[in-house]
């Protein structure tokens, strides 16, 4: 089993700034993918950003230019700056992590952590 905990979510005023982490541990062997999705209320659960082991990331359009996903590896620790926030960016952050085992891969989801841009 794979533990995330979440932490440095809060509430920030439109054009502010906050910085999310993300620790994993327990069997944490194999974890590829790590990342950081986002729900609002009324939503469904959607991808903000992610990065592999090699270090490739992906963003969504939405945060592209604004967020950035970086990876401390020895720490199993992977965060997300959030710069320039807007008030449509407001929503539960969900950590995630991508265990591949053998053949067979098995998805881990933090607790979550709240953001909320005041406008």
């Known amino acids: 089993q794979v533990q995330l905990v979440e932490a440095g979510g809060g509430l920030v005023q439109a054009g502010g700034s906050l910085r999310l982490s993300c620790a994993a541990s327990?069997?944490?062997?194999?974890?590829?993918?790590m990342g950081w999705y986002r729900q609002a209320p009324g939503k469904q659960r959607e991808l903000v950003a992610d990065?592999?082991?090699?270090?490739?990331?992906n963003y969504a359009d939405s945060v592209k230019g604004r967020f950035t996903i970086s990876r401390d590896n020895a720490k199993n620790t992977v965060y997300l700056q959030m710069n320039s926030l807007k008030p449509d960016d407001t929503a539960v952050y969900y950590c995630?992590?991508?265990?591949?085992?053998?053949?067979?891969?098995?998805?881990?989801w933090g607790q979550g952590t709240q953001v909320t841009v005041s406008s």
């Open positions: 990065t592999d082991l090699g270090g490739i990331t």
């Open positions: 995630n992590a991508v265990q591949e085992v053998g053949a067979q891969m098995y998805g881990y």
């Open positions: 327990g069997s944490i062997f194999g974890i590829n993918v």
